[in-house]
C-alpha cells in the first residue's frame, strides 16, 4: 500500500474512533440504573447509605443525585426534584453534598463547532490531495496536458564503459557528447549538432541503454518518456504533454530528450481505420513542430529508439529532425564475449566457465539474450547451492532459453518416445551431413515446455550477415528430415512435424517471392507482407500481382518443397544405419551430446571430409 493509502486509513479510523467516543459517552451520560426514589427511602431507612451527592442541573429544580453505599455500590437516580431529594436525605441524619449548578462553557458553546467545521474542512483537502497525488501526476485532474516525462541528472553511473559490443555506434554517439560537454567547440566553426538521433534495431540490443550512456558521460539532464505516455482518450492531451516537454527541456538546456518506442506516436498519418485528425496524429504535428522550432545552439537533443523504423512517418525521419540514424545491430562474437564479461562481473564463475566459448555458440543473441543467459545459469547455482556458476549450468540454461525447460516428469509411452527418437534421429542426420547447416549441439526426446516432444539444437559457428539459396535450400531439407524419417522406418507420419511443415512453407515462399530466387518466376519481389493494416500503410489494399502469378508462386513453392523432401530422404536413406544407432541411443539416454553423436558416424576408413563428399555425391546422383 503506497503512503497516502496509509495516511488516509489513519485519518478514517480516528474520525469513526471518535464518532464512536462520543456516542458512547451520550449514551452513557443519559442511561438509569432504574433507581427509584422509593428505592432510595428504603436504603435510607435500612441505614445501607453512607453519602449521597446531589448535583442538580441548569434550571435549578431537576438533576440528578449519585448515591454511594456502605458495601461500595454506587447508583444515579434522576428526578425531578432535588430539594425534596435533600430534605428527606437529612431526615436521615446524612447531609448530602450539593454542588453548584454547571455553567455553560463559552469555548464548548461557540468556538468548538467552528472548531470541528474547520478541521472536517482540512481533512477533506488533505483526502483529495493525497489521492489525486497518489502514483503520478496523472491522477491529478487539472494536470492531464502535464508531460509525464522523467528527470533525471546525468551523474556518470552509467557511461559508454557499460556498454559492450557496439563499437561503432559508440563512436558515432561520442560525437554528441562531445557537443554537449564543448557546445562552443562546434559552433564557433558554424557546426549544427544533430538535432535528433534515431536508434533503430532488434529487441534487445541495447537501444535505451545507450540514450542512458550518453546522458550519464555528458552529465546532463535527461528527460525520458514512452510514446505511449503521450497519447491518452482526451482530445489534445498528447499535443499539450508534447509542449510541455519541450518548454521544460528549454529550461534545462544543454539536455537530452528521448523518447522510447516512438513508433506508438509517430507512426505514418493516414493509416489503418483511423481518421485523419485522431489524437495520436495530433500529437504527431506537435512533435514535428517543436522538433523543427529549435534554434541553432539551444542545446536540446532529441533521442528516440524504435524496432518499426519502416512503419515512421516520413516528416520525422526527414534531416532537421532526425538528422542521425544509427542502427543497432545484434552483436558478433567479439562483442558477445564483451557482453558476457560485462554482465559476469558480479558473478562468482568457475574455472571451466569458458566465456570465449558460449560466445561462439550463441549466434544471433542480442545483449538481453545474453543477459538473460548468465541469469538463468546464476539462479540454476544457486537452487543447488552453489556459491558459483559452472559452464555446465551455462549449458543448462542455453537449453531452457533457445529451447524450454525440459520436462523431464511427463509420461510418454513407449511408442511415442520411438517415434520421437527417429523424428529427431532425422534432423540431426541432415545437421551433420549437410555443409552450411550444422554441426549439432544436443539431440534430445525430452519434452519441452514448447510443447516439443524433443529437441536438435544445432550449433552455429560462425556469424552470417545474409542467406545464401543453398543454405536457405539446406534449412528447408532439415525441417523435413523429421516427416521423413517416420515415413521410412514406420511407413506411416504424424501430426508431430506440422511446425516443421510450416516453417519450410514459409521459408520456400520467402525465397519466391521476397529474395527472386526462383528460375521460373524471376527476380521480382512478389512480397506485400509490409502493408498489412495496422502494420503497414492502407487499410484496404490489393496484391501487386495478378492470380496467375499467384498460382505460379504456389507451384513454384511446392516444386521447391518436393525437390528439397526428395533429396533429404536420399541423405536419410544412405545413413540408415545411422538413424538406427541415433534413435536406439536415444531411447536408451533420452539425451545426446555432440560427440556421441558424431561418433555414430565414424569408421576407420572414412577421411575426414568423407561426409561433405557424400552429400555432394548424393546430390549429383539425384
Not at 532529441?302 to 544509427?326: S, W, Y
Not at 564479461?341 to 564463475?349: D, F, S, T, W
Not at 543477459?371 to 556458476?389: D, S
Not at 541423405?571 to 540408415?576: L, R
Amino acid at each position: 500500500m503506497n503512503k497516502s493509502g496509509k495516511g488516509f486509513n489513519v485519518y478514517f479510523v480516528a474520525i469513526i474512533g471518535l464518532l464512536l467516543l462520543t456516542v458512547w459517552i451520550g449514551t452513557f451520560q443519559n442511561q438509569s440504573d432504574d433507581y427509584t426514589k422509593q428505592e432510595l427511602a428504603t436504603d435510607l431507612e435500612n441505614e445501607r447509605i453512607a453519602s449521597v451527592v446531589i448535583q442538580p442541573n441548569e434550571a435549578g429544580e431537576t438533576g440528578s443525585v449519585q448515591v454511594e453505599f456502605k458495601d461500595g455500590d454506587e447508583k444515579i437516580l434522576y428526578v425531578t426534584d432535588v430539594s425534596q431529594i435533600e430534605s428527606m436525605v437529612q431526615e436521615y441524619d446524612i447531609d448530602p453534598i450539593v454542588r453548584d449548578i454547571p455553567r455553560e462553557s463559552w469555548f464548548l458553546t461557540y468556538m468548538l463547532p467552528v472548531l470541528v467545521v474547520l478541521i472536517a474542512g482540512v481533512f477533506i483537502f488533505v483526502l483529495i490531495n493525497s489521492q489525486s497525488s497518489a502514483g503520478n501526476s496523472s491522477g491529478k485532474m487539472m494536470n492531464f496536458g502535464k508531460s509525464r516525462a522523467k528527470l533525471s541528472i546525468g551523474n556518470g553511473k552509467i557511461g559508454l564503459k557499460d556498454v559492450a559490443g557496439l563499437k561503432e555506434e559508440k563512436e558515432e554517439l561520442e560525437e554528441i557528447i562531445e557537443f554537449l560537454k564543448e557546445p562552443a567547440k562546434f559552433t564557433k566553426v558554424g557546426a549544427r549538432i544533430p538535432k535528433g538521433v534515431l536508434l533503430e534495431g532488434a529487441p534487445g540490443t541495447g537501444k535505451t541503454l545507450l540514450a542512458k550512456a550518453v546522458a550519464g558521460e555528458a552529465n546532463v539532464p535527461f528527460f525520458s518518456i514512452s510514446g505511449s505516455d503521450f497519447v491518452e482518450m482526451f482530445v489534445g492531451v498528447g499535443a499539450s504533454r508534447v509542449r510541455d516537454l519541450f518548454a521544460e527541456a528549454k529550461k534545462n538546456a544543454p539536455c537530452i530528450i528521448f523518447i522510447d518506442e516512438i513508433d506508438a506516436v509517430a507512426r505514418r498519418r493516414g493509416t489503418g481505420m483511423g481518421g485523419g485528425h485522431d489524437e495520436r496524429e495530433q500529437t504527431l504535428n506537435q512533435l514535428l513542430v517543436e522538433m523543427d522550432g529549435f534554434g541553432v545552439n539551444e542545446g536540446i537533443i532529441v533521442m528516440a529508439a524504435t524496432n518499426r523504423v519502416d512503419i515512421l512517418d516520413p516528416a520525422i525521419l526527414r534531416p532537421g529532425r532526425f538528422d542521425r540514424k544509427i542502427t543497432v545491430t545484434p552483436p558478433d562474437v567479439g562483442g558477445r564475449e564483451e557482453i558476457l564479461k560485462v554482465h559476469a562481473r558480479n558473478k562468482p564463475l568457475g574455472d571451466d566457465v569458458n566465456l570465449e566459448q558460449v560466445a561462439q555458440t550463441t549466434a544471433g543473441f542480442t545483449g538481453a539474450d545474453l543477459e538473460n543467459l548468465l541469469n538463468e545459469a546464476a539462479i540454476t547455482a544457486a537452487m543447488e547451492n552453489r556459491a558459483y556458476v559452472k559452464q555446465e549450468d551455462i549449458k543448462s540454461a542455453f537449453i531452457k532459453v533457445g529451447i524450454g525447460a525440459e520436462k523431464k516428469s511427463r509420461i510418454i509411452s513407449e511408442k511415442e518416445k520411438k517415434i520421437t527418437a527417429y523424428h529427431e534421429a532425422g534432423h540431426a542426420i541432415l545437421f551433420h551431413v549437410l555443409p552450411d547447416v550444422g554441426p549439432v549441439y544436443t539431440v534430445s526426446i525430452i519434452p519441452t515446455g514448447l510443447g516439443a516432444a524433443g529437441y536438435t539444437m544445432p550449433l552455429p559457428e560462425k556469424d552470417e550477415m545474409f542467406l545464401t539459396k543453398g543454405k536457405m535450400l539446406q534449412d528447408i531439407m532439415v525441417s523435413l528430415g523429421g516427416r521423413i524419417a517416420e515415413e521410412i522406418i514406420f511407413d506411416d507420419i504424424t501430426t508431430g512435424a506440422s511446425s516443421d511443415i510450416k516453417k519450410a512453407t514459409k521459408e520456400a515462399r520467402r525465397m519466391v517471392t521476397r529474395y527472386g530466387m526462383s528460375n521460373n518466376i524471376g527476380v521480382v519481389n512478389y512480397d506485400d507482407d509490409d502493408d498489412e493494416v495496422f502494420i503497414g500503410r492502407d487499410l484496404a489494399h490489393t496484391r501487386s500481382y495478378s492470380e496467375s502469378v499467384a498460382g505460379e508462386i504456389d507451384k513454384e513453392v511446392k516444386t521447391i518443397i518436393d525437390d528439397c523432401y526428395k533429396k533429404a530422404k536420399a541423405i536419410i536413406m544412405e545413413h540408415e544405419d545411422v538413424l538406427h544407432k541415433c534413435a536406439d541411443l536415444l531411447l536408451k539416454k533420452e539425451k545426446i551430446t555432440r560427440d556421441e553423436f558424431e561418433a555414430l558416424f565414424k569408421k576407420p576408413e572414412q577421411p575426414e571430409d568423407f561426409f561433405k563428399d557424400s552429400y555432394t555425391q548424393t546430390i549429383e546422383n539425384i
